[in-house]
């Protein structure tokens, strides 16, 4: 078919029942068409899988679109079949080995026009095998940037498509490259752009990165509380259905619970819930059933709302490509939106926690390395994880880098991908790593620059951070019409909700390493209350014999947590953990067993080498962990203890020293009963130098 104007509206008006296309659409599927290589950089809900959904029915053979984004495949497979009549399929890791085998049969069998696929996928060198010996006439790359390690989401899986790309090229000269993305600086297009063009030049095409009916704002904030008190005036103020976004899950968690205790409709949402439960939540969202939803970004593009009238950030985001992302998921349908940060300065601790968690050590690679290499038997990643203890996403990045670099190379072995030292001794090269560090730090500089700033028009910033440059002020924002969004505090309702705060059981997660149970701890740190500091200043200190550090406050408060915990657990003992600086700890293990009626077993652990350090001097839970690993034993003398085993301490940082008492208790006293922990106080440790958050 020729490829004019007038077919190509035919196509959108036949197959996809549209009128007309959007500005840019018609000019890039002629470039593509006909230069073969194209990057595009469009705003969100900017119709980007028409650029490639046209395509695929001009071309022969299949068209493989590359995407993280799953939640969005599963939309897109059964709108492309059913809709539009263009046959998909996908092959993902949230599909059953069978449903992506079946995936295959028919795309082999040339039953499907395009085919998706997770980037991780291309790591197994049975899918990268299958995926080459597919007749692919076009490739699509969803989210791009994270080819390039200016991208402020770098991802290793992504350089394997590089690998793709040039060898089906071998075969299929004038193969057709796209490239999409809502986010890519100057840097970012430049670094794809060169990435991309393997034996042809890469056009680029750019839009205007405005959202003319999204009105944006800041609102300063001095905590948890006062955040609360305005998020609870926004979601009463503002029409519609809209997002909060929150930096963790506990505080997706405390949104959507502080919500629904106002009678708002809310739900949380994050990674840590069932893939079920995490669609039954969106279809729910989608119906209008909740009036919010508190979610971490793992609810990124998935969501398909298209009506959603605002989108309140909780916690400060770590970059403006991100904020600009997740903000503009709200107007989509045009109409008039609100995108809001509750800004604090304090939140730019958690994101330099992700940061400094998610950059791989020099340590990490020649541990991985040593690992490949000492293994008597070639080992497989679930091998390496294992005997690594590093985080599952680090072992994958390493495993990932150390290939590239041709320190190790992967094969199949008994049908599992295993990896092999290679003989070639490269030196390692870090700079890739080095380079995503700055650029994250300077991301979340520019970031918290956002928040602060009040001379700047909003949405200027976010599309001149983005590579716009044809931006200018936008009339709307709160700067430009220099009207805060901000009513009086007022402070009887923020005390309350400070001392709803306080009373929110704090949990401590349950660990599958020597099996500890749920757990459950008083007093939450970041929410520096009174009570907190209080506790945390007396807990050392032997004032007088009566008292315990326990205000009464406290000790109903703890009372009225072993309550709930006693419905859940049949205690038969109270065992404390032996502390040195806790100086009231007998005497609060005694009290404590007494409200439960239970035995107590003081001195049934102990420090049989005492650690070097106090944990909290420490630099991170890895040296916590070594610190007080092997340390503890327990005195053979006693009585076994029966029933559940109450474990208290007197504070939980890392959880280290409760891992440590549960190994002795499991391995060591061979006790097969559950393990409770309990805690006064929740304190989280900084990364990277000493003290707490
Ligand atoms: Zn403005």
Redo the contacts with the bound molecule.
């Keep these: 078919m020729q490829i004019n104007k007038q077919n190509l509206e035919t196509i959108l008006k036949s197959r996809f029942g549209l009128e007309t296309f959007r500005e840019g659409q018609l000019e890039a599927i002629h470039i593509l068409m006909e230069k073969n290589r194209l990057l595009c950089i469009q705003p969100t809900g900017h119709g980007k899988s028409l650029l490639y959904q046209i395509p695929s029915i001009l071309l022969d053979g299949v068209t493989l679109v590359i995407s993280p984004l799953l939640a969005l495949m599963r939309d897109q497979i059964s709108q492309l079949t059913n809709r539009f009549n263009i046959c998909a399929a996908s092959i993902n890791s949230d599909q059953s080995e069978n449903e992506n085998n079946k995936a295959k049969i028919i795309t082999k069998a040339g039953k499907i026009k395009i085919l998706f696929v997770a980037p991780e996928q291309l790591d197994d060198i049975d899918r990268f095998d299958f995926l080459l010996a597919l007749p692919v006439s076009l490739v699509v790359i969803d989210e791009a940037h994270c080819i390039s390690t200016w991208g402020h989401d770098f991802r290793p899986s992504y350089r394997q498509i590089i690998k793709l790309i040039q060898s089906l090229e071998n075969k299929n000269p004038s193969i057709k490259v796209l490239g999409l993305t809502a986010t890519a600086n100057r840097k970012t297009e430049e670094d794809i752009k060169l990435q991309l063009s393997t034996n042809m030049p890469v056009l680029i095409q750019r839009s205007n990165m405005d959202r003319p009916n999204i009105r ?1 704002s800041v609102i300063e904030t001095s905590g948890l509380a006062h955040k609360l008190f305005n998020l609870e005036r926004l979601i009463n103020e503002l029409p519609g259905d809209g997002l909060i976004y929150c930096s963790t899950r506990e505080n997706t968690e405390l949104v959507a619970d502080y919500c629904r205790k106002q009678n708002l409709k809310s739900a949380a949402y994050h990674a840590g819930l069932a893939s079920e439960e995490k669609v039954k939540l969106q279809n729910e969202f989608i119906q209008g059933k909740y009036k919010i939803i508190a979610a971490t970004n793992a609810l990124g593009m998935g969501i398909d709302k298209s009506n959603l009238r605002f989108i309140i950030h909780f916690d400060v985001p770590g970059s403006i490509t991100a904020y600009y992302q997740e903000v503009g998921r709200c107007g989509r349908d045009g109409l008039p939106a609100n995108g809001i940060l509750l800004y604090n300065e304090r939140d730019k601790i958690v994101q330099e926690y992700f940061i400094n968690s998610s950059q791989p050590s020099k340590k990490d690679f020649t541990q991985i390395l040593e690992i490949i290499s000492s293994e008597a038997k070639p080992a497989n990643l679930a091998t390496i994880k294992r005997l690594s203890g590093l985080h599952p996403t680090r072992v994958m990045v390493v495993t990932a880098e150390l290939l590239e670099q041709g320190f190790i190379h992967k094969t199949k072995l008994n049908n599992s991908q295993v990896y092999l030292i290679t003989q070639k001794k490269p030196k390692l090269d870090l700079t890739r790593y080095n380079n995503q560090y700055r650029v994250k730090t300077n991301e979340l500089e520019a970031m918290l620059n956002y928040g602060e700033q009040k001379n700047i ?4 910033i976010l599309r001149t951070t983005l590579g716009d440059e044809l931006a200018e ?5 709160d ?2 019409i220099q009207q805060p969004n901000t009513t009086k505090t007022n402070t009887t309702q923020i005390t309350t909700i400070s001392n709803w705060l306080t009373k929110q059981i704090v949990s401590i997660k349950s660990v599958r390493t020597n099996n500890i149970a749920e757990g459950m701890t008083i007093l939450d740190g970041k929410l520096r209350s009174q009570l907190f500091a209080q506790f945390m200043k007396h807990r050392t200190r032997n004032d007088s014999e009566k008292y315990l550090g326990l205000d009464e406050e406290l000790w109903n408060s703890i009372k009225t947590h072993l309550s709930t915990l006693k419905k859940k657990h049949r205690f038969g003992i109270l065992i404390p953990i032996p502390s040195r600086t806790w100086v009231h700890s007998k005497q609060v293990a005694a009290a404590i067993a007494k409200e439960l009626n239970i035995p107590v077993l003081l001195d049934f652990l102990f420090w049989q080498e005492l650690p070097q350090s106090r944990q909290g001097e420490l630099l991170n839970n890895d040296q916590r962990h070594f610190n007080v690993d092997k340390k503890m034993g327990f005195d053979r003398k006693q009585s076994k203890p029966k029933g559940a085993i109450l474990l208290l301490d007197d504070y939980i940082g890392s959880g280290a020293t409760i891992s440590e008492a549960a190994r002795v208790l499991r391995k060591n006293a061979n006790l097969e009963q559950e393990i409770i922990p309990f805690t006064i106080a929740a304190v989280k440790w900084k990364l990277g130098q000493s003290g707490m958050v």
Excluded: I, K, Y
């Design positions: 944006l028009c909003r949405m200027l002020p936008c009339g709307r924002c700067v430009c």
